[in-house]
């Protein structure tokens, strides 16, 4: 009889823990940031409208990684085309709006016939997007910085399960964020 009691303890804990990793709570979303430059992407969130709230770093990320140890930052997302060390996804309250900000700064090197020169590059783009219950989102940082060209975006999906039970990207409607406290906070 007690071996019974025990045989069926551990299932239901079994049971119990696998359901749990099945769903999200109903009042979070699952967001996953994804670095696409060997270039820091560094991750702000902000309270409010214009950047105006206090500044909350998020994270950094970096295409292939910053030499830590990743695998703890995913939380099994569908549709991981991504090296999993250039990606970071956590849990975030929903429904809730997000105001958000990525920026990135580098230098490369301008060659004179007798000198070199650095030139720091910077960009910064901001961004909301109403998060809705128990669903995926992915935002991809996309970057190119040289001193002919900065192209700095924020490219957000929401993921998707289809009747056949594979996943597709559908893109999201990304808001920009404007004002001049924007301004001030990346400048």
Known sequence: MLKAKAIL???????FGCA???????????????ATSDLYSHVYSFENY???GGRNFEMTIQQGGLD???????????????????????????????????????NIIKYGDSSASSINL????TFSVK???????????????????IDCSVLAYQLVEKDDGSFTR?????????????????N
């Open 50 to 52: 214009g950047c105006k």
């Open 122 to 125: 910077f960009c910064a783009v």
């Open 9 to 15: 303890s551990g299932c239901v804990i079994f049971l």
């Open 68 to 106: 830590i140890d990743t695998s703890d930052s995913l939380l099994g997302m569908p549709l991981m085309d991504f090296d999993p060390k250039s990606v970071k996804e956590y849990e975030h309250p929903a429904p809730q709006r997000y105001y958000g900000a990525v920026s990135t700064n580098g």
């Open 131 to 149: 998060f809705q219950p128990g669903k995926d989102y992915e935002f991809v940082h996309k970057v190119k910085l040289t001193e002919d060209d």
């Open 170 to 186: 559908i893109p999201e409607p990304v808001l920009p964020v404007f004002g001049e406290k924007c301004a001030e906070e990346f």
């Open 20 to 34: 749990s990793n099945l769903s999200l709570p109903s009042d979070t979303a699952r967001i996953r940031f994804v």
